[in-house]
């Protein structure tokens, strides 16, 4: 079983961030064509980010959540070009906003093909209803993850929120499932 994680590929950051400053999202709506603002259905704009292809939740208190960037300077990237298009309305940002990553989303495989009847047995926080849905859900605490494994060995971890988190999980991931199929 391969103990490397380079077959791990992010698929999704989302990080958060605030200005610091309010923006109002009608003038912004009505400036900016990449954008979709509905106040009775969701308090948020959503601007739509060409390259790289993201979106982010822009809320009048300056609060921005980014979501479909695959790395932090990506994100880096996105917020910087925010910060040009409010600044069309006039709202100056003069300190570098702090950016968090709330989740990582990352998808790869392990070596093996997986028996998840046995792994639902074997390991502790599991959920698995192959009527209902293909992949067994394992839940890891330490480090904080959440895994979807298929029985072909590909996998979706979520609930990282940094590289260093996200292969600790790989290593746990490995470590669980070889002394359970070991405990057969």
Not at 104 to 127: P, R, W, Y
Not at 147 to 166: A, E, H, M, P, Y
């Amino acid at each position: 079983m391969a103990e490397s994680n380079s077959n791990l590929k992010v698929q999704n950051i989302v990080a958060t961030t605030s200005l610091g400053k309010p923006v109002s999202l009608t003038k912004l709506a009505r400036v900016q064509s990449n954008t979709e603002y509905n106040p009775e259905q969701f308090p948020g704009l959503v601007l739509r980010i060409k390259k790289p292809k993201s979106a982010v939740l822009v809320f009048s208190s300056g609060n921005l959540v980014c979501t479909g960037t695959k790395s932090v300077a990506q994100v880096k990237e996105v917020i910087e070009q925010v910060i040009k298009q409010i600044a069309k309305i006039g709202v100056r940002i003069t300190d570098k906003p702090k950016i968090t990553v709330q989740n990582i989303v990352a998808s790869g495989s392990i070596d093996l093909s997986l028996n998840l009847n046995v792994l639902a047995l074997q390991l502790e926080n599991t959920e698995y209803e192959p009527e209902q849905f293909p992949g067994l859900v394992y839940k890891l605490t330490d480090p904080t993850a959440t895994f979807l494994l298929f029985s072909n060995g590909k996998l979706v971890c979520t609930g990282t929120k940094n590289k260093q988190q996200l292969e600790e999980s790989m290593r746990q991931l490995n470590k669980n499932i070889k002394e359970a199929v070991g405990k057969k």
